[in-house]
């Protein structure tokens, strides 16, 4: 009797090889390969000839192809210089791309933003540098439309968490003081080459308008967060005391024994406005 034996596709996608190349654990190497998925994230971004696109970690091309068809340049930042070398010579869209070959998280994304220009940015972006990479991008939200990214789903659900969950944390204040957040789409291990160990999704991020954007300084809001956050069983009475006294919040209106995830984004950003304005006067009174 024969043996029954696995397919070469099978057998290929187990050892992560999809369309010829192996998954690279070190670059965090998942490769999406659902049409249903892939559509639905091109029908999201909604590429248009003319528009300023930016794919970070195009990888094989799952979303590049389609979305490279539906306009008439597209600028890629890839790490994998053979995946990079693999697209500078794609048959039928390589002439559409400007391809960038190295790390996004080290990319000065002002060096192809020309003056009054605003970008899509989207990408399945390697979950191990997910988070810094989105407050490196946070960066440059003058000059970005709106941005697709494919990550992590317990990432996407902190991004997207109210107050008094738990889920609701340091990159949620973040976040959403820098965009509004749009869920667009749940993602299953089994829609990537190799499958990751976790489930995935996708979400819209679109930049608050400017004026928004400028009511603290970011670095003192971050300040606020880590300290509120760091132990988070701790009441704010304690998890604060470093840079604000219970009195400071009493004043504030905020109650001294809540917990972090209890806060508003607005009382987050009360918070961190009182510490610029009193570091100003203090400086001002040592001058």
């Known amino acids: 009797m024969s043996k029954h034996r696995p397919s070469k596709k099978v057998t290929n996608a187990k050892k992560g090889i999809h369309q010829g190349h192996k998954a690279k654990k070190r670059f965090g190497q998942n490769f999406l390969n659902d049409p249903d998925i892939i559509d639905r994230i091109v029908r999201a971004i909604s590429p248009k000839v003319g528009d300023n696109l930016l794919e970070i970690g195009p990888g094989l091309g799952a979303i590049t192809e389609p979305v490279a068809e539906l306009t008439d340049k597209l600028n890629v930042v890839e790490l994998d210089r053979d995946l990079a070398d693999r697209l500078k010579t794609h048959p039928f869209y390589g002439s559409k791309l400007n391809i960038y070959q190295g790390d996004a998280l080290q990319f000065d994304f002002s060096e192809i933003i020309k003056p009054g220009e605003k970008f899509k940015i989207f990408g399945n972006l390697p979950y191990n540098i997910s988070t810094p990479l989105l407050f490196h991008l946070y960066n440059y939200l003058d000059c970005i439309e709106n941005m697709h990214f494919m990550l992590q789903k317990e990432v996407v659900n902190r991004m997207c968490a109210a107050p008094n969950c738990k889920a ?54 971050n300040t606020v967060c880590l300290e509120a956050f760091n132990q988070r069983r701790k009441t704010l009475r304690n998890s604060l005391s470093n840079i604000v006294s219970q009195d400071v919040l009493a004043e504030l209106g905020v109650d001294a024994n809540l917990r972090a995830e209890n806060l508003t984004l607005n009382q987050f950003i009360e918070i961190a406005q009182w510490l610029d304005k009193n570091k100003e006067e203090q400086s001002n009174n040592d001058d």
């Open 168 to 221: 609701f944390g340091r990159l949620s204040v973040m976040t959403q003081y820098y965009c509004k957040t749009i869920p667009v789409a749940d993602v299953p291990p089994s829609a990537f080459v190799p499958p990751p160990k976790v489930d995935s999704a996708v979400i819209r991020l679109i930049p608050k308008p400017h004026a928004e954007r400028n009511q603290v300084n970011p670095a003192t809001l």
